[in-house]
């Protein structure tokens, strides 16, 4: 039987479509990975494979874990592992969550009650967005990255809400770049609000010990809670929140996302622990900083343009801006036809009139990889 579709979807779909923005999924593999957010190639290690196994040929055979913690899916070794990611990121208590998105939709749209308000980067990511959509409290962005912004922000609604919460990203998923952290704990005590900091980014790229970037900076402490997530430098799944213990426990009791979902399996977590195990001694940590040093070096010379440029970026993630869509699109067909994994990211994922090709370097990316890609996008561009 062939049903109707609601002409509301028909709708947004062709919409999608004319605006040259229609998404879809692939299996498509390429001989060069510029698009993965394995920045350490921890996902394709096979030491980490190894030490989760014997993590897990020590536990009790569960393939699955049941249920949600709060019913049967509590273990040990998720405990064990939020004990030790806690200690590794010097913060008093850890709870784990399926994925860096649940965290952010948990925290958001339970911390800030009703008579409280939240500052969000303008540029924040989209599942911290959607966890404001589900609380009470008032939320309102402030320009990307501007510390005079905030301040006007802060200023304008300090004395007038129970609470303020300020929220930003430690490295900004589709920009790169970083915000002054420093500065915002300085402004949060000021205003006495409290500092959120999602280090989806950061984790595994920055620190001694791939620590993140707040550790890095010695502002831990000050910072009201971390996300750190592991889908990306940790190379594994899922993400855990870090703060004092009473902000865990009252994740625990009103977050939805963490309270009505089945607890992550042992092997995810199992996966977890390999990487932290392997993090701190990590060489391609080293190997990374040098390949994003060698990208950086190059973009001087590179032809740039008003409508073609390299955004500024000391991370991981390089966007070369296209302000023409087909350009974009064809540029981008053009890498991958000649093996490199580059996807372009269309609005709105990213704001109209910044579509971009998002360059993911990684450490096993080699400096003759970046020179071919350099090659080409130069080619391309003087052949316009």
């Given at each position: 039987?062939?049903?109707?579709?609601?002409?509301?979807?028909?709708?947004?779909?062709?919409?999608?479509?004319?605006?040259?923005?229609?998404?879809?999924?692939?299996?498509?593999n390429?001989?060069?990975?510029f698009?993965?957010?394995?920045?350490?190639?921890?996902?394709?290690?096979?030491?980490?494979?190894?030490y989760?196994?014997a993590?897990?040929?020590?536990?009790?055979q569960?393939?699955?874990?049941?249920?949600s913690?709060?019913?049967?899916?509590?273990?040990?070794?998720?405990?064990?592992?939020?004990?030790?990611?806690?200690?590794?990121?010097?913060?008093?208590?850890?709870?784990?969550?399926?994925?860096?998105?649940?965290?952010?939709?948990?925290?958001?749209?339970?911390?800030p009650?009703?008579?409280?308000?939240?500052?969000?980067?303008?540029?924040?990511?989209?599942?911290?967005?959607?966890?404001?959509q589900?609380?009470?409290?008032?939320?309102?962005?402030?320009?990307?990255?501007?510390?005079?912004d905030?301040?006007?922000?802060?200023?304008?609604?300090?004395?007038?809400?129970?609470?303020?919460?300020?929220?930003?990203?430690?490295?900004?998923?589709?920009?790169?770049?970083?915000?002054?952290l420093?500065?915002?704990v300085?402004?949060?005590?000021q205003?006495?609000?409290?500092?959120?900091?999602?280090?989806?980014?950061?984790?595994g790229?920055?620190?001694?010990?791939?620590?993140?970037?707040?550790?890095?900076?010695?502002?831990?402490?000050?910072?009201?809670?971390r996300?750190?997530?592991?889908g990306k430098?940790?190379?594994?799944?899922?993400?855990?929140?870090?703060?004092?213990?009473?902000v865990?426990?009252?994740?625990?009791?009103?977050?939805?996302?963490?309270?009505?979902?089945?607890?992550p399996?042992?092997?995810?977590?199992?996966s977890?622990?390999?990487?932290?195990?392997?993090?701190?001694?990590?060489?391609?940590?080293?190997?990374?900083?040098?390949?994003?040093?060698?990208?950086?070096?190059k973009?001087?010379?590179f032809?740039?343009?008003?409508?073609?440029?390299?955004?500024?970026?000391?991370?991981?993630?390089?966007?070369?801006?296209?302000k023409?869509?087909?350009?974009?699109?064809?540029?981008?067909s053009?890498?991958?036809?000649?093996?490199?994994?580059?996807?372009?990211?269309?609005?709105?994922t990213?704001?109209?009139?910044?579509?971009?090709?998002?360059?993911?370097?990684?450490?096993?990316?080699?400096?003759?990889?970046?020179?071919?890609?350099?090659?080409?996008?130069?080619?391309?561009?003087?052949?316009?």
């Amino acid at each position: 039987m062939s049903l109707i579709l609601p002409s509301s979807l028909l709708k947004a779909i062709d919409q999608r479509k004319k605006e040259d923005a229609f998404r879809s999924l692939s299996l498509k593999n390429y001989i060069v990975d510029f698009y993965s957010n394995d920045y350490l190639g921890l996902a394709h290690n096979p030491q980490q494979r190894e030490y989760a196994q014997a993590l897990l040929s020590r536990e009790p055979q569960y393939n699955g874990s049941t249920g949600s913690r709060l019913l049967s899916g509590n273990y040990p070794l998720i405990e064990k592992a939020e004990e030790q990611l806690a200690a590794f990121h010097q913060a008093p208590k850890g709870l784990i969550f399926n994925s860096g998105y649940d965290a952010n939709v948990g925290i958001f749209s339970s911390i800030p009650l009703k008579g409280d308000v939240v500052l969000y980067d303008q540029y924040i990511h989209a599942s911290i967005r959607d966890g404001l959509q589900l609380t009470n409290a008032q939320s309102f962005k402030f320009k990307h990255n501007s510390l005079e912004d905030l301040r006007e922000k802060l200023e304008r609604f300090s004395g007038k809400y129970t609470t303020i919460y300020i929220a930003t990203e430690a490295v900004f998923s589709m920009d790169g770049d970083i915000p002054n952290l420093k500065e915002m704990v300085a402004l949060s005590k000021q205003y006495q609000a409290y500092l959120i900091v999602d280090e989806a980014h950061s984790v595994g790229v920055f620190g001694e010990r791939g620590e993140g970037l707040c550790q890095q900076l010695g502002i831990a402490d000050e910072v009201f809670l971390r996300l750190i997530t592991f889908g990306k430098g940790i190379g594994a799944h899922g993400a855990i929140a870090l703060a004092q213990e009473l902000v865990i426990d009252y994740l625990i009791n009103f977050a939805r996302s963490f309270i009505y979902t089945t607890a992550p399996s042992p092997e995810s977590i199992a996966s977890v622990m390999a990487s932290y195990k392997l993090l701190p001694e990590l060489k391609e940590r080293k190997v990374l900083q040098e390949r994003i040093t060698f990208f950086r070096e190059k973009i001087p010379f590179f032809p740039s343009t008003e409508q073609v440029y390299f955004m500024d970026s000391q991370s991981s993630i390089q966007g070369l801006i296209v302000k023409d869509t087909q350009r974009l699109r064809n540029l981008s067909s053009l890498l991958q036809t000649q093996g490199l994994g580059i996807k372009p990211i269309y609005a709105p994922t990213v704001p109209k009139g910044e579509e971009r090709l998002r360059i993911c370097l990684h450490s096993f990316n080699s400096q003759a990889e970046i020179e071919q890609l350099f090659s080409l996008i130069t080619q391309w561009l003087e052949s316009q």
